[in-house]
Each structure stands twice: as structure tokens, then as C-alpha cells.
Nanobody
Framework: VQLQASGGGLVQAGGSLKLSCAAS????????TGWFRQAPGKEREFVAA????????YYADSVKGRFTISRDNAKNSVSLQMNSLKPEDTAVYYC?????????????????WGQGTLVTVSS
């Protein structure tokens, strides 16, 4: 199983970025998917998740209304559209999959992880 995250970069506060995660080696439509992030010196935290059908989405309070998660099972991919970015959004962002219908906000519930992509938001 491979998860390849991309799309990170440097952006000014208030700007936007779109992260993508390409999955291979698994039946992607059978896995719910989540995005997590880890800032320097902090623990990994939940950002957003989407059910395996894409019908249900979940967000951390800190990103609700600014970030949108979506998936394309035909392309084995999940995306995270991030708008109105803030300096506190700076972190390495990881995508992860869980073999369950409903995703979870706990990182330990996810089996497969991508390598992460760095998002830096300047003030």
C-alpha cells in the first residue's frame, strides 16, 4: 500500500492550497480516509476525514468552514482544499486510510499513512 501526498508549499496568510493524496495497492473505495497534521514540537492532530463513499465528512473545529475534504474513488485519490490559511495551519500534513465505513479522528485507528507534505503559512 502506498499513499503519496502532494500539494504542500509556502503561502501567505489568507491564501489557499489544495493537497492531494494518491493511493495504490489497495481497493481505495473500501477505505475511509483522513488528513492529519503535525506541527513542530506538537503531536499529530486530526484535520478532516471522509467516509469511503464520500457522503460523510468530518472536520476538526479549527478548520471547519475553511477546509474541504473530498475523494474520487475512480482515481484512487483524496483531496484537501484549504482556504483562508492561517500561520497556525503550518505543519506537515499526512493522509491516512482506515478499513472501515466510517472514519475516525484518532490517528491510531488508521493503518496506512503517506509520507507527508509540508504546508507553511507566513504571516
Amino acid at each position: 500500500v502506498q499513499l503519496q501526498a502532494s500539494g504542500g508549499g509556502l503561502v501567505q496568510a489568507g491564501g489557499s492550497l489544495k493537497l492531494s493524496c494518491a493511493a495504490s495497492g489497495l481497493t481505495f473505495s473500501s477505505y475511509s480516509t483522513g488528513w492529519f497534521r503535525q506541527a513542530p514540537g506538537k503531536e499529530r492532530e486530526f484535520v478532516a476525514a471522509i467516509s469511503l463513499s464520500g457522503r460523510d465528512t468530518y472536520y476538526a473545529d479549527s478548520v471547519k468552514g475553511r477546509f474541504t475534504i473530498s475523494r474520487d474513488n475512480a482515481k484512487n485519490s483524496v483531496s484537501l482544499q484549504m482556504n483562508s490559511l492561517k500561520p497556525e495551519d503550518t505543519a506537515v500534513y499526512y493522509c491516512a486510510t482506515r478499513a472501515a465505513v466510517v472514519p475516525d479522528s484518532e490517528a491510531k485507528k488508521y493503518l496506512n499513512w503517506g509520507q507527508g507534505t509540508l504546508v507553511t503559512v507566513s504571516s
